[in-house]
């Protein structure tokens, strides 16, 4: 008896194992809340409609949930600050785009209306899933400020910038009550403008930056023998 004891002792721990490693799984596939990770492609910068009009950012962004559960991307912010003198800018989402056709109008000085697909909204994530969406970023200076611009004609060649992407996330219904009262940081990206970069800017045409960190390393590996 005691051997059969044991055995069916052994066969109810294995399956109450079992069914605790899947609900386990169940839990972390389909119920737990995550967070929505961005990744954020070079920065493509232009002017808003003219030579001395404030610079717009746009980014090709990876929205990657890593929950189970549906999340919703409520909004995103950015926030520009020249490192050297801690100057800050302030930037949200306008526009949704079409990316492609935006880069193609990048080298062209005329309004890019048509790679405009819609207005901003919040973006729903599904659970474990990645989506990929650009936005259009365009300046918002205090009210009691409103001539506090980023501007080419402001830019300084070689000062580094640094550019922060923070985000408020909510339910997968977009639901005002579960939003938090403050912009979480998410990605810091670090960058300069040459010369050449700030000529092209007041002609009215755009400029696409590569991060400091990033071209630092292509440059090592160029002269690496």
Not at 46 to 72: D, E, K, Q, Y
Not at 79 to 107: C, H, N
Not at 132 to 145: A, H
Request: hydrophobic share 40%; aromatic share 10%.
């Amino acid at each position: 008896m005691s051997v059969v004891s044991n055995l069916l002792s052994g066969l109810f721990g294995a399956v109450i194992g079992a069914a605790i490693g899947a609900m386990l799984v169940l839990y972390f596939q389909f119920f737990q809340v995550g967070s929505i990770e961005p990744a954020a492609s070079s920065p493509l910068v232009r002017n808003l409609s003219g030579a001395n009009s404030p610079l717009t950012f746009a980014l090709g962004m990876t929205l990657t949930n890593t929950g189970g559960r549906a999340r919703c991307l409520w909004d995103v912010a950015l926030r520009v600050k020249a490192t050297r003198t801690e100057t800050k800018w302030s930037y949200f989402p306008a526009f949704v785009l079409d990316y492609r056709q935006y880069i193609a109008l990048m080298g062209q000085a005329k309004p890019f209306d048509s790679a405009i697909e819609q207005p901003y909204t919040p973006q729903v994530v599904p659970g474990r899933t990645a989506i990929g969406r650009s936005f259009l970023f365009l300046p918002r200076p205090p009210k009691d400020i409103p001539t506090h611009v980023l501007a080419a004609r402001g830019l300084v060649p070689g000062e580094r910038y640094a550019l922060t992407l923070y985000s408020k996330e909510s339910g997968e219904r977009c639901e005002e009550s579960s939003i938090p009262a403050d912009y979480l940081p998410k990605i810091t990206l670090s960058f300069e403008f040459n010369a050449d970069q700030i000529g092209t800017l007041k002609q009215g045409l755009g400029v696409v930056l590569v991060d400091v960190a990033r071209d630092q390393s292509r440059e090592a590996f160029i002269r690496k023998k």
